[in-house]
């Protein structure tokens, strides 16, 4: 079997992918991902084949967008992400070119993360059959946001459409979560499985630092903006302040392309560093402060961990509040950032048992639900005809 897997080119919407391209290779069938040309070779270093389809922003188009973007709530940032960026504008570049990977490379079914489009329109054209995965929460007006864009790319590709809710999730939603985090808010298809989640945040160079040997007896917190969001400096700031001094250890990652000296001086229980897998400094934590973005809350969920969630942006505020719903995170609100809000609230979840308590629930759910080998069975099945 050949699985074609399409993905924006942002590492936080291809590393959800690669556990289940990798556990498809481990299966003896062939994965090839679609991504923009400037992706390709950091998919490639993990050892997938990468087609080139659509190209990068320009730094003018950049500009025009955040322009568009000022003064909107974080909600309304998030549909227009989806809907006019992701969409129209990126879906619209890399259509043409993934109905030429579909023609020529004939997978026998498409694998797309929920944010990218296109991937499902160049499959339906061709006959094939397509599943999404789910790598971000679920929210009410996500289906609002693409019905233009999912229109005009089926004009696009010059077949008739029918309506989008049916179209994107025809054969097969795969949840890689429990079902208890799915919003209330939102209509499950019909067509969605859920399975257990793997993590994969390894895609560098990057290992456990040593001194995380040498840490002591004191509740290690761990502090990170996942690997989109850390041009926020002031939220960065206020976590520092709040919790330098404080009897825990703290450790903060501040992003690939920034630099931890910027940060200034601080007490030999701070350890500041450019970016460390999730999956590796994770274990030795016993809580985490984040943004609330989907792959690093299920990363410390599936560990156990209670969480402080500071939700910036995209799907970020539906996971903080069906995380709250659930107690296994205190949320952060935007017009509350201070370092006094940070030391409450990681003082909370840390203190009071019923934040552990929850997450170690939510672990033990995790832990149930079958494993990717059923996401694996399902795409066979999908391939060779049969519904899901």
């Known amino acids: 079997m050949r699985a074609l897997f399409t993905t924006h080119s942002i590492h936080s919407h291809w590393h959800p992918l690669v556990?289940?391209?990798?556990a498809l290779e481990a299966a003896g069938h062939e994965v090839a991902f679609a991504t923009t040309p400037t992706f390709g070779p950091t998919i490639e270093a993990s050892g997938f084949r990468a087609f080139p389809a659509g190209?990068?922003?320009?730094?003018e188009e950049r500009q025009a967008r955040e322009d568009r973007r000022a003064g909107m709530?974080?909600?309304?940032?998030?549909?227009?992400?989806v809907g006019e960026v992701f969409g129209r504008e990126v879906g619209e570049r890399m259509l043409p070119d993934l109905l030429a990977i579909v023609r020529d490379w004939r997978p026998d079914v498409v694998v797309r993360e929920n944010t990218e489009i296109a991937g499902c329109i160049a499959a339906e054209s061709a006959g094939i059959p397509h599943a999404v995965l789910q790598i971000t929460t679920t929210w009410p007006t996500y289906l609002r946001a693409v019905d233009?864009?999912?229109?005009?790319?089926?004009?696009?590709?010059?077949?008739a459409l029918c309506e989008p809710l049916e179209l994107l999730y025809r054969h097969l939603l795969l949840w890689p979560r429990p079902l208890l985090l799915w919003n209330h808010e939102v209509l499950m298809p019909r067509t969605?499985?859920?399975f257990r989640y793997e993590g994969f945040s390894r895609s560098g160079g990057e290992d456990l630092p040593p001194w995380v040997a040498g840490l002591d007896g004191r509740p290690t917190v761990y502090a990170t903006l996942g690997t989109f969001e850390n041009q926020e400096t002031a939220v960065f700031e206020a976590i520092l302040k709040g919790l330098r001094d404080e009897p825990l250890n703290l450790?903060?990652?501040?992003?690939?392309d920034r630099d931890p000296a910027e940060f200034g001086e601080q007490p030999p229980n701070v350890h500041i560093e450019r970016y460390i897998p999730n999956n590796l400094i994770m274990p030795h934590c016993h809580a985490v402060i984040c943004h609330g973005g989907s792959g690093t809350i299920m990363d410390a969920l599936s560990l156990g961990l209670p969480m402080v969630l500071i939700p910036i942006a995209a799907d970020q505020p539906f996971n903080a509040r069906r995380c709250a719903e659930v107690r296994v995170a205190c949320v952060i609100e935007p017009d509350d950032r201070t370092h006094w809000a940070v030391r409450r609230a990681t003082h909370m979840v840390?203190?009071?048992?019923r934040y552990r308590i929850a997450a170690a629930r939510l672990r033990k759910d995790i832990e149930t639900l079958p494993g990717l080998d059923y996401a694996v069975t399902l795409l066979e099945k999908l391939a060779a005809g049969h519904a899901a």
């Not at 556990?19 to 990798?22: E, K, V, Y």
């Not at 450790?251 to 690939?256: C, D, F, N, Q």
């Open 350 to 353: 840390l203190e009071d048992p």
């Open 251 to 256: 450790i903060v990652t501040v992003g690939r």
């Open 73 to 81: 709530t974080p909600e309304q940032d998030t549909d227009f992400t």
């Open 19 to 22: 556990p289940l391209a990798r």
């Open 55 to 59: 190209r990068r922003d320009t730094p």
């Open 192 to 194: 969605a499985r859920a």
């Open 148 to 159: 233009a864009p999912v229109r005009r790319l089926c004009d696009l590709a010059a077949f």
